[in-house]
């Protein structure tokens, strides 16, 4: 009788954290988002209005900057 054990390949894993990396920022991105929303409604608006998007950007960068400041304070 042979019995084969396989290995998972490095692949699938590869794969699977990959897809979790992208979906953690996405979820960061979402909630700084939400979060701009209910902070800071007249950037958003502008850059909506204008199709400019680099006052939302530096905006959202701005407050996760902020997020894992505050964070890292509490470890």
Known sequence: MDVRIERPSSFGGFSFSLVGI???LAVVVAGATV???LTDPVTVAESVDSGDVSPLVRSLAGSIYDALVRLL???
């Open 22 to 24: 992208v979906g953690v």
């Open 35 to 37: 979060w701009l929303l």
């Open 73 to 75: 304070a509490y470890l």
